[in-house]
């Protein structure tokens, strides 16, 4: 899944920057807004890092379809520690999600919320991410983002991202992550609903901004 990948990777890139910069400044966003999504539904849960489980995952809100997970313990970004979790619900369902995720491809007609939490630090070991409720903005050591992304029928995407709100995580480990979220996008609109997943090898967010992933990719 590019899409999600090249969404995922511009919070990396933002990521690295501010490691190479030694740190960003605090911001914040507020809005307001209705609509907040509800329903149940399940999903393939898969991840990245050092995740080694795949199985089905559930959530809640409108994006109840496949959720994709994947966590990184502190790593070396160069002379910096990077450690983070990234958490991707779309609104269908999708099959060999892990594998198509690793891939160069773009689905049609295609929703899906992307969220991240970053922490990062220029000295010594970045703490990982551990149970609690994240802010969505910028600190000094800890990024925290969420984007709401649509394709069309040619695969052509769209996004927004998230204002203000926050992403919780109630439990996390290698193997699974689970929480919920509560965030409204720049246009006033709220999101809603919760996630429990297994992770699966291979998928996740570029932390330390190397690479864009795929300079080209299938349709479908």
Sequence with gaps: MWQTRRELWDIGTLVATLVACGGGSSSSGTGTGTGTETGTGTGTGTGTGTGTGTGTGSATGSF???????????????S???SGVTIVLANQTIANACAIAS???DLKNFQFLAMSIANFTS??????ITPGTYEIGFLASQIVGAT????????QQT????????????TISSSAVAGS?????TDGSTLSGSFNSPTCAGFGEDFCGTSQGCTTSTCQ
Excluded: E, F, W
């Excluded at 000295?123 to 990982?128: D, H, K, M, Q």
């Excluded at 996004?159 to 109630?170: F, M, N, P």
């Excluded at 979220?181 to 996008?185: A, K, Q, S």
């Design 123 to 128: 000295t010594g070991s970045a703490p990982a």
């Design 80 to 82: 910096s520690s990077v």
């Design 103 to 105: 891939q160069c491809i």
């Design 159 to 170: 996004s927004l991202d998230a204002a203000s709100g926050s992403i919780t995580i109630t």
């Design 148 to 155: 709401r992304a649509t394709s069309d029928a040619i695969c």
């Design 181 to 185: 979220y509560n965030v409204t996008m």
């Design 64 to 78: 109840t379809g496949t959720t994709l997970v994947g966590v990184l313990n502190p790593t070396s970004c160069g």
